[in-house]
């Protein structure tokens, strides 16, 4: 059992930074795939980036170029920054934990969810 809990979101303007991090429980969180996915409202969870637990990274389509994901096993954390901000990443953001190795898009290929945190791209 894994139990995550993301913390940085908020609100920011358009062309800004923001830097998400995502604490997990346990002992064994460097043997976690993890993954950043994003939601709005009335539409399905979006694969936004992830690190395997060899810190391959892979990034969808909205991500590249502008989103970074890392991890830090000493912390139980991972990490998502992100750059050049607009208004259309405005969602809420969650981590996720996967017992498999490979780094999934899909949501349902993730075990453990985070709460989420909202990120909000206004000016």
């Known amino acids: 059992q894994v139990q995550l809990v993301e913390s940085g979101g908020g609100l920011v303007q358009p062309g800004g930074s923001l830097g998400l991090s995502c604490v997990a429980s346990g002992r064994t969180f460097s043997s976690y795939t993890m993954g950043w996915f994003r939601q709005v409202p009335g539409k399905e969870r979006e694969f936004v980036g992830g690190?395997?637990?060899?810190?391959?990274?892979y990034y969808g389509d909205p991500a590249k170029g502008r989103f970074t994901v890392a991890r830090d096993n000493a912390k139980n954390t991972v990490y998502l920054q992100m750059n050049r901000l607009n208004p259309g990443d405005t969602a809420v953001y969650y981590c996720?934990?996967?017992?498999?190795?490979?780094?999934?898009?899909?949501?349902?290929?993730?075990?453990?969810w985070g709460q989420g945190t909202q990120v909000t791209v206004s000016s």
């Open positions: 996720a934990a996967s017992v498999d190795g490979s780094v999934w898009t899909t949501a349902s290929q993730y075990a453990y």
């Open positions: 690190i395997s637990q060899s810190d391959g990274t």
